[in-house]
C-alpha cells in the first residue's frame, strides 16, 4: 500500500534504528572452495544510523541510506557447539515508499573469530562479507518485525597456507526499533 496522506513509513523520518535478528545458517558444499557442512544458529545484536534524508520522492526506488553496526554469534549447531562471532559493519539501502512495509538490500562485512576446530580454515582469525535482502512490517509507529536472507562468506583472507571458506545462506528473522 502506498504511503497515504495520513501514513508515513516511520524510516523516512526515523534517526537511529535498534534491533536483534535470529535464525539458521548453512553453508553451501561444493560452492566456491567450500567443502565442509556447517549449520548455525544465530543470533545478532545491531544499530543503525542513517545517513541521508528521503531520496527519490515519489520514484520505485524512494528511500534513505543506512549505515548499520552489528554484533553476531554464530553457534555451530553440528560441530559440537562451538562458535564464532565478530563485528559486521554493513550499508543499507530502505526504501520508504510503502507506510507499513519497509524493504531493504544491504553489503558489508567485517572481522571474524572463528573456533570451529576446522584446520582447513588455517587461522581463528577470519573476515566476512555478507549481502542480502529483506522487509520489515510495521506493527506501530516505531517497532517492525523483520525477516531477512544474506549470503554469507568467511574466509581467512590469505593470511594463513590453508584458507577454506564458508559459503553459506542465513535465513533470519527479528524486531527492530525506531527512534
Known amino acids: 500500500m502506498p504511503v497515504s496522506a ?3 513509513n516511520p524510516i523516512a523520518t526515523a534517526h537511529t534504528e535498534v534491533g ?3 535464525g539458521y545458517g548453512i553453508t553451501h558444499r561444493d560452492f566456491g572452495a567450500t567443502r565442509t557442512q556447517v549449520q548455525t544458529w544465530d543470533a545478532i545484536v545491531r544499530a543503525g544510523f542513517f545517513l541521508s534524508d528521503e531520496i527519490g520522492k515519489g520514484e520505485w526506488f524512494q528511500g534513505r541510506h543506512q549505515f548499520v553496526a552489528e ?3 554464530h553457534l555451530a549447531v553440528d560441530h559440537d557447539g562451538r562458535s564464532m562471532t565478530g563485528f559486521y559493519m554493513l550499508g543499507h539501502w530502505r526504501f520508504t ?3 507499513k512495509i519497509a524493504p531493504y538490500v544491504f553489503a558489508g562485512g567485517g572481522p571474524m573469530y572463528v573456533d ?3 584446520p582447513s580454515m ?3 582469525l577470519c573476515f566476512s562479507y555478507q549481502a542480502g535482502t529483506g522487509v520489515q512490517y510495521f506493527i506501530n509507529s516505531t517497532t517492525a518485525v523483520d525477516f531477512q536472507y544474506r549470503y554469507h562468506h568467511i574466509s ?3 593470511i594463513a597456507d590453508r584458507n577454506e571458506p564458508l559459503n553459506s545462506s ?3 528473522f527479528g524486531m527492530a526499533y525506531y527512534y
Open 156 to 158: 581467512n583472507g590469505d
Open 122 to 124: 588455517g587461522s581463528r
Open 20 to 22: 536483534f535478528l535470529t
Open 116 to 118: 570451529l576446530g576446522l
Open 170 to 172: 542465513k535465513i533470519l
Open 97 to 99: 515508499s510503502h507506510d
Open 71 to 73: 554484533l553476531p554469534y
Open 6 to 8: 495520513q501514513g508515513q
